[in-house]
């Protein structure tokens, strides 16, 4: 998605915090642009600009979601590892318990047992110094207890601080969502407006390449999987950009990637920044059908080189999955998977 036009690099961090905080200040960027330009110059300025910064926002969008996935996952994790915690406690405190029931019918408890069965078992802990009244045995079972019963609390901690970074997750990306969503309807508008001359001429202006680009490799894929690849990002040409989609009825930049090598049975990053990393790094000059172009600074867009001094990628929201020229905008890097 996105403009094809140069920006300054601004710099990406994969991790969870540092995209919600990427999100906040992209947020505020694309906010500043005015809504309108009475030029027509001005106007494809101002829908270059909106879209190059959803562009980069979509991939923090991404790679948030992509954050919120794993912490899903980890907490079930941490459900799993409580239920199995609890369950060694209660049985601990049966097999305990047993133990006071046969101590009571001959004639009286124990006070350190007796702790287990407080309301409070904060209390019990505090005074399992009681231990020396026990049996060696006893003791060791209530040391045990006392272990699992603290392993159980930090798990339960561990959990609720996992579910309480989820919700703020989830709370930042739909509500930027909505943002970016708005200023892509804006642009939308402003492009709509300009006579249809002019909205040609800017269709024309995102296919354009750069001169001067090193002499590029053979035509045929390096691997099996990138020739796979390729197939199946062909077979994606025509279908529509859809914000933050990954296929198979629409893509953006990096989901189109991901889905193409998906079926070539390769799992790729959700994000263009986390897949300028996913192979090996090579000169443009050798790139091959297969091999991930990333472009800008950042590594905000990423098509699939297919030859011929041609990529193919999902441009920006009403252009669909197409091919264009290699050098439409600066290349940052060519990765071979």
Wanted: glycine share 10%; charged share 25%; proline share 5%.
């Amino acid at each position: 998605m996105g403009s094809h036009r140069r920006l300054a690099p601004s710099g990406f961090d994969r991790g969870a915090g540092a995209a919600v905080s990427f999100l906040s200040v992209a947020a505020a960027a694309v906010a500043a642009v005015p809504a309108a330009a009475a030029p027509h110059d001005d106007t494809r300025a101002t829908v270059d600009r909106l879209y190059e910064q959803a562009e980069k926002a979509t991939e923090a969008y991404n790679a948030a979601d992509e954050r919120a996935d794993e912490l899903r996952a980890e907490a079930g994790t941490a459900r799993d590892r409580i239920a199995r915690g609890q369950h060694r406690v209660n049985s601990l405190r049966d097999s305990l318990g047993s133990l006071a029931g046969a101590q009571y019918r001959e004639g009286g408890i124990d006070p350190s047992l007796a702790l287990l069965f407080s309301d409070d078992p904060d209390d019990y802990l505090d005074h399992a110094s009681r231990l020396d009244r026990l049996t060696a045995h006893q003791a060791g079972e209530l040391r045990e207890l006392r272990h699992a019963m603290r392993e159980l609390a930090q798990d339960r901690e561990e959990a609720a601080g996992k579910l309480r970074e989820l919700d703020r997750s989830r709370k930042a990306v739909a509500a930027y969502k909505k943002t970016v969503e708005r200023k892509l309807a804006t642009a939308r508008r402003l492009l709509n407006s300009l006579p249809d001359a002019e909205r040609e001429a800017y269709g024309r202006a995102s296919r354009s390449g750069r001169g001067g680009l090193p002499g590029l490799g053979g035509a045929t894929a390096a691997s099996g999987r990138g020739s796979a690849a390729v197939a199946a990002a062909r077979s994606a040409l025509g279908k529509p950009y859809v914000w933050g989609a990954n296929g198979p009825s629409g893509f953006d930049c990096s989901g189109l990637m991901q889905w193409s090598y998906a079926q070539a049975g390769v799992s790729l990053p959700r994000t263009s920044q986390a897949q300028r990393y996913a192979g090996r790094q090579i000169p443009l000059s050798e790139a091959r059908p297969g091999d991930l172009v990333v472009y800008r600074g950042d590594a905000s867009h990423v098509g699939m080189y297919m030859g011929n001094g041609q990529v193919i990628h999902a441009p920006y929201p009403g252009a669909p999955v197409r091919y264009d020229p290699v050098g439409m905008m600066p290349v940052s890097s060519v990765t071979r998977v």
